[in-house]
Structures are given as C-alpha cells and as structure tokens.
C-alpha cells in the first residue's frame, strides 16, 4: 500500500523541461555548403592558364583561369590609333570651321566617328576585363573542368563552394508541420567529428511532398573555423523555439 502511494506522489512531480519536451527529429539530415557556383565565362576563347586546381581555397576576385588575350589587345590598340587620328582630324578642322572654311555637316560627322571610335575602345576594354575568369566568392575548389590549350564556351569551367556557413536540409512528416518556425535554434549532433553545433531555422516549405507526405526545413549553421566538411549527416539533439 504505502509502494502503490509513492509512485502515486511520483506521478505528480513535474519532470525537467528537457525530459517533458523532445526535438522533432528529421528523416534525413544533411549539410550542404550554402553557395555552389559553376564557373564560367560569356566569352570564347583558348585557355592560357588554369590557376586553380580541386580542393584549392581561392579568394573572392582571384584569377581562376585566363584566355588568350592577343586579339583582343590587337582590337584595343587599333581602336586607341583611330581615336587619336580622329582627335588630331577634329582639331584641325575645328580650326578651319572658325575661318568658315570648313561645313558644319563635315565636323559633325568627324565627332560621330570619333565617339563611335571610344565606344569601341571601350568595348575592347571590357572584352580584355573578360579574359579572365574571377573567383565569384571565397571558397573552396570542387571540380576543375578545363584544361590549359582548350577552346571554351558557355560550358562550366570550375565548380566553387562556400562552406563558411552550412545549410542543415532536414526532411520532416507531416507530423511536425506547424510545430516548426523559422528562427528556432536547433544543436546538431556531428557523427564524423564527434562533436556539435548551432544553426538556426530560415526557410520551411509552405507545402508537402504528395508522395511522401513530409516537408523540407533548412537551418544555417555557421562553418567561419571551416572546421565542418560539406556532404556530411548530422542529427537534431536539441530545439528552442515554437517546436519547444
């Protein structure tokens, strides 16, 4: 009697909030670098060098690969000789328009020339500007698909990823919609490095997958030592917020 008693008293003790509540855990878990960029370039061209290779970590704005410039120096140059030819023209004949020997109409079309003669210049600029292939963001070297001695096109040359910051992708069922909102923070358990972490909730699906019934969360995780590697499984230990 007094047994069946205590456990009645127990019953009634509240439990500590961690054993009340438990993180809703995902099907899958996974970390996914947050930029993927496949390298390329508009131009045309034969490739001179290639100055990354897989796994390099490259800065945002370094060379990645450059093209054969001499072409395009050749277009620079040619339009700098028309411009100065068409500066020196322009000044003699504005000297003689002042003594009316020289019509308005030919002046006019001197000007035109010589401002169709700078924009061609600065087209030339640009084109030489896109002879090299700059790193869009700082991050690491994922394939490298381009060889020096290549004619390229519109195809990829490298692929680059950022893993400074992480994207948790969690699949849940529909058990859990509604019980998760954006800003909650969850800790994930690393498996590969024993470890955890910290990310928070930024995007959920306002919708489910007809098939499977279930709907895909994603959380940020900051990665800045790079002490994480993308690709890797991870599991939810713990959850603050609306899925308490």
């Known amino acids: 009697m007094k047994r069946a008693v205590f456990l009645g008293l127990l019953a009634l003790v509240p439990l500590p909030a961690a054993a009340q509540q438990t993180a809703p855990q995902p099907l899958t878990c996974l970390l996914s670098p947050l930029h993927v960029s496949d390298v390329g370039s508009e131009r045309t061209g034969i490739v001179t060098e290639v100055r990354a290779e897989r796994a390099d970590l490259v800065q945002k704005g370094q060379i990645l690969v450059q093209l054969d410039r001499a072409l395009v120096e050749a277009d620079l140059a040619l339009a700098e000789i028309t411009i100065e030819d068409l500066t020196a023209r322009l000044e003699r004949l504005d000297r003689l328009g002042q003594r009316n020997l020289v019509s308005g109409e030919e002046l006019e079309k001197t000007r035109t ?17 896109r002879t090299v292939v700059l790193a ?24 680059l990823i950022d893993i400074d910051t992480l994207r948790a992708e969690m699949v849940f ?34 919708f489910l997958d007809v098939a499977s019934n279930t709907f895909s969360v994603l959380a940020e995780i900051d990665n800045s030592d790079r002490a994480l590697p993308a690709g890797i499984a991870c599991r939810v230990t713990g959850w603050q917020g609306g899925a308490g």
């Not at 069922?173 to 928070?200: H, K, P, S, W």
Request: charged share 25%; no cysteine.
């Open 173 to 206: 069922t529909d058990a859990f919609y509604g019980e998760i909102e954006a800003g909650d923070e969850i800790t994930f358990a690393i498996d590969l490095t024993g470890g955890e972490v910290t990310g928070q909730v930024v995007a959920i699906d306002p």
């Open 113 to 129: 020339e010589l401002r169709l003669a700078v924009a061609e210049r600065n087209r030339a600029e640009l084109a030489l500007e």
């Open 136 to 159: 869009p963001f700082t991050g690491y070297v994922a394939t490298v698909g381009v060889a020096v001695g290549e004619l390229i096109g519109t195809d990829p040359l490298l692929r």
